[in-house]
């Protein structure tokens, strides 16, 4: 009996070896490993990121949005027209530095500026310039010299050639890192050149020739220039097979680049109307001019919602650029009218 208590009590003080009381047993509590300032740091300038980056994806649609103006305003009239300059070089000079300064220059825009996700504001303004840049060429070559034979006008010359400047560059050239002068920067010098200039003619110091030759040749060079622009529109057309008419992502470039062109060449015409009022008055063409008038008005206001290349014809999805090229080459068809009789 004793015996066997020995052994109980033996075996019991083996099995407590290296065992405390539970009274005595310390209390464990859980712990979190503790982040270092940096690492926190790091947390919440990746989180602050996240968001901004967030906010520029549902912010940016909106920005370019309210950044794109097309500026088509057909009763523009230009601020800076002295008494006894030309309405049309004011007009030429007013419509750039208006849309430089208003609207400001997004054809050449870098991809972070909001106004380049949206592409009609940028093809408007270089059809609007190709317009301007093709009267400049006529400006220095004929009417602003006597009878066409003396020399350059310094300031025509230096409003031609800044007017020429592809209207896509920014102040970095593409392909390489070396700065260069911007669209704008160009647009600017041609402005105040022809400023100059139109200050000259009102103090008797320029020439601006108006006799029906040079009216004539004013009004051929647009001619061609719209049709230039109408043949563009029916190549587009032509191949809407290719992407199934609704889906031509190219048509609103096609529309605003020729929408562009005919503002400008409208604005031109109808200052020249004013310039030239003698001689279209003496060859009875007044009714016909203003009816050409009218016709590329039409389609130089012209803004659809959204441009379809659709079916000619179709009742639910017109065609804008059929729509577009039917004025301008009605507008065209007159101004071949004009300068037949200004022919005879």
């Known amino acids: 009996m004793q015996i066997g208590q020995v052994a109980r009590r033996a075996i019991s003080r083996l099995k407590s070896i290296g065992r405390k009381p539970v009274g005595d047993e310390p209390i464990v509590e859980p712990t979190q490993p503790v982040s270092s300032p940096q690492k926190r740091n790091w947390h919440s300038w990746r989180k602050i990121a996240a968001a901004f980056v967030l906010a520029l994806i549902l912010i940016w649609p909106v920005l370019a949005m ?21 309405h049309a070089v004011a007009m030429l000079a007013g419509l750039m530095e208006d849309e430089i300064k208003k609207a400001g220059w997004v054809a050449n825009a870098p991809f972070f500026v909001p106004a380049h996700m949206l592409n009609n504001m940028p ?21 602003g010299r006597e009878r066409g034979s003396s ?7 230096i409003a031609r ?35 100059r200039y139109n200050s000259r003619l009102a103090g008797g110091d320029a020439t601006f020739d108006t006799r029906p030759d040079n009216l004539l040749a004013a009004l051929d060079r647009i001619a061609y220039d719209l049709g230039a622009a109408s043949a563009e529109l ?9 992407t199934l008419g609704l889906l031509d992502f190219k048509a609103d470039k096609v529309f605003y680049l020729t929408k562009g062109r005919a503002y400008g ?24 001019y203003d009816t050409m008038l009218a016709e590329l008005r039409i389609a130089a206001i012209m803004q659809p919602l959204v441009v379809n290349n659709g079916t000619p014809g179709g009742q639910f999805f017109p065609n804008h650029l059929a729509n577009q090229g039917f004025y301008l080459l009605r507008a065209r068809a007159k101004l071949r009218e004009l300068t037949d009789i200004l022919k005879k």
């Open 265 to 288: 060449s409208y604005m031109i015409l109808k200052a020249l109307r004013s310039d030239f009022e003698a001689v279209i008055s003496a060859r009875e063409t007044s009714d016909l």
């Open 151 to 157: 020399a350059a006008d310094p300031d025509l010359s």
């Open 234 to 242: 029916d190549a587009q057309i032509a191949g809407r097979h290719k």
């Open 161 to 195: 050639a800044r007017l020429q400047y592809s209207p896509t560059t920014w102040i970095l050239k593409p392909g390489t890192l070396w700065p260069t002068a911007s669209a704008e920067s160009q647009y600017k010098e041609a402005v105040q050149a022809l400023r």
């Open 123 to 143: 093809n408007y303004q270089i059809g609007m310039v190709t317009a301007l840049g093709r009267f400049a060429f006529e400006l220095e070559d004929q009417i």
């Open 66 to 86: 309210l950044t794109s103006r097309i500026d088509d305003d057909p009763e523009f009239t230009p601020q800076f027209d002295p008494k006894g300059g030309s």
